[in-house]
């Protein structure tokens, strides 16, 4: 089966340090991969040749059977990362950022879609108010939620949990629950492990 994402001998190098070799796994509909490791180990750059953000020292990233780097255009269509930090501007607010951040993932979600999506991360008046003046927890799910918008088939993750307090923790276990449901892919980092229960396919890869 070809439908899903591919890591095959993934190997990296920065300056003179070995971070990993010889990874292989393959993620298919419905499945999540969840990666730990100490600091350092390479987690971040891992998601980032995932995403096509970084070159691997060796092997290749497959998507739907055939190399990424082939199909950058058509995949990024498909993909969502959200990074350790939460590139949001400063000076623009969570409703603001929500639609910049959908447009160029290629979705234009309406005002009631966008406002709901805030709403249900949490940040309901606070939708107008400049990003700088919110806590991490309010950014880190300012940046998340744009999760259920669009239609993108791949989820990447780094970190996702962190700054977030039990009530955002449950709010994203949810949407990372329905987009699996439905037939997405999640990759995330995480130092702790992901209750989703027994019925979510989790897949786990150390480094």
Not at 105 to 116: E, T, V
Request: proline share 3%; glycine share 10%.
């Amino acid at each position: 089966m070809n439908d899903g994402i591919e890591l095959r001998e993934l190997c990296c190098v920065r300056g003179r340090r070995t971070l990993f070799q010889g990874l292989n796994a393959r993620l298919l509909p419905g499945q999540m991969l969840r990666v730990s490791g100490a600091n350092g180990a390479g987690k971040t750059s891992l998601l980032r040749m995932l995403c096509g953000l970084l070159a691997p020292t060796c092997g290749e990233v497959l998507w739907r059977g055939e190399a990424l780097v082939r199909q950058r255009e058509e995949f990024n269509r498909q993909l969502i990362y959200v990074g350790h930090g939460a590139a949001l501007k400063d000076a623009l607010s969570p409703l603001e950022n929500l639609r910049a951040a959908a447009c160029l993932g290629g979705s234009r979600p309406d005002d009631a879609a966008a406002h709901a999506a805030l709403d249900a991360a949490g940040l309901r008046g606070r939708e107008h108010v400049p990003v700088r003046i919110l806590s991490q927890g309010q950014r880190r799910r300012a940046a998340l939620a744009r999760l259920p918008l669009g239609a993108a088939a791949l989820w990447i993750l780094d970190e996702p949990f962190n700054a977030l307090d039990n009530a955002a923790t449950a709010w994203l276990l949810g949407l990372i629950a329905a987009h699996l449901t439905n037939g997405g892919l999640v990759v995330l980092t995480s130092h702790q492990a992901v209750a989703l229960g027994d019925d979510v396919a989790q897949q786990s890869l150390a480094l």
